[in-house]
């Protein structure tokens, strides 16, 4: 019997051999075994090594991006395995940085100048490469408050809507706002996230009970109704910490149809707003948090 | 073909294997196939070392061959040099029925023989070991500088690769000029 056999996929001619020698699968499985660091610099090596690392599909656990009201504190932090080792990487000039305190911490600018493609904004290649050559599992992004400000204006100069980080991401698996720590920010800025940066996840802190504050004491007055999902993962003593409740102006049948619930179980209760005397009622259940702003139009379709 | 069995592999066992003695189990002969690379030394390899391979594993389960047509219809995989090969068969014959560790140090360090012995497992499919030598070309570039890496995998920048495509270009519209050429002229 003669056996013939197909050829190589890619038989070498000289004795030279390149990883680009290897059929494709070859490649990308040589790939998926590098550690992260070798697999970025790998990839800053040309446009294809760039499109190889990220067809490699680089099972990478999450990615977070730590913005902090200390803009020296700005980080990545690349947790390659869950619960494994993480990647720490400086967002911030190495002068002013964290990085100073902590040899383990990776320079972003030496490795933003790695990577060959024009941007003004080294972070911002830096996340974009990133965020296209790896698949992480999870993209998390906390907005901290950092050690050194009070309020939360990054250098004083760049507002949270103008953060480099929205022109390369919007949608992330987690956001949270002053984990840890409370941060406070604008309503107009707590607006800004909820409508424009999606999450599966989000982590507000203070934020809802910053913003029921405020409209009782007449900061904002525009605000008809607001809803928390419990994904927005608050306690209910952090809501109404400081807040005056009073007995609800609707019982919890006339709440179904405010609510749009079938049934109403949780707490009912009203808070004033101390320069005009109008009421909110807050409903506190195992949805979230609901709070609808009353007004002498809906008090009349109530027929209370 | 000349085969001999002079090159027989040191690894392969020089006879059949035998079971455990056991008077239920009557004993069942292990059967061997022979396979010969580039250099043509021929291996003797028992079919359980070659179940490692699913290219010839595929291959011999049909054949129902016995001894002497085994011997007689050595593999040949001219493809894959002899070193290389011995490499394989070696692997095979010590991994024979075991499970495979989680790592495998013995791999060549070598950079030229690490990449022929990828090709050829890749080929053969032997898919552990093919595991082992992708993790072993990946530690060959742990730590290193992306210029150092560069030099190890010799990977081309953007310019050398935009001219090594517009060579190729180049070349395969000449092809297909000539073969139009070629297929006027037989009209003719």
Known sequence: ?304 | MSSTEQGTSSAAPAEPTTAPESAAAPEVPESFYYVHGKDKVVHKVSAGALQHSALIHGMISNLGYTEEQAKANPFPFENIDGDILQMVVDWCNQHKGKPTPPEDTNLPKQKEKLFDLVLAVNYLEIKELLTYCCKQVAMMVKGKSPEEIREIWMIPTDAEDEAAEKEAKKRAGKEAAGETAAAAGDAK
């Open chain 1, 1 to 304: 019997m003669i056996f013939s056999f197909k050829e190589m996929d890619e038989t070498p001619k000289s004795r030279k051999f390149g990883l680009l020698k290897f059929p494709f699968a070859l490649r990308e499985e040589v790939i998926r075994n590098m550690e992260f660091m070798d697999a970025f610099h790998f990839s800053t090596l040309s446009k294809r090594s760039k499109r190889l690392v990220h067809n490699a599909k680089l099972r990478t656990h999450s990615i977070t991006f730590c913005l902090n009201t200390f803009v020296a504190n700005d980080k990545i932090i690349v947790e390659t395995i869950k619960d494994g080792q993480c990647v720490m990487i400086s967002l911030a000039d190495p002068r002013e940085s964290f990085k100073r305190k902590n040899p383990d911490v990776i320079d972003g600018r030496k490795l933003a100048n790695l990577i060959n493609e024009p941007s003004d904004d080294y972070k911002k290649k830096l996340s974009a490469h990133l965020l296209f050559i790896f698949h992480f599992k999870e993209t998390i992004l906390h907005i901290e408050k950092g050690v050194s400000n009070v309020h939360f204006e990054r250098n004083y100069t760049e507002p949270l809507t103008d953060f480099f980080l929205w022109d390369v991401r919007k949608t992330f698996d987690f956001v949270s706002i002053g984990w840890g720590s409370p941060l406070f920010i604008s309503s107009e800025d707590l607006k800004f996230i909820l409508e424009t940066i999606k999450s599966n996840q989000y982590y507000l802190g203070k934020q809802i009970n910053i913003l029921l504050k405020q409209w009782i004491n007449g900061q904002i007055t525009d605000l008809e109704s607001l809803i928390g999902y419990k994904r927005y993962n608050f306690p209910v003593d952090v809501i109404l910490d400081g807040l005056v409740t009073m007995d609800p102006t609707i019982t919890h049948e006339q709440a179904k149809k405010i609510y749009s619930r079938l049934e109403v179980n949780g707490q009912l209760m009203d808070i004033q707003r101390k320069v005009d005397g109008q009421l909110a009622t807050v409903l506190l259940d195992e949805e979230g948090c609901s709070v609808f702003m009353w007004n002498e139009k809906r008090l009349a379709e109530l027929g209370n």
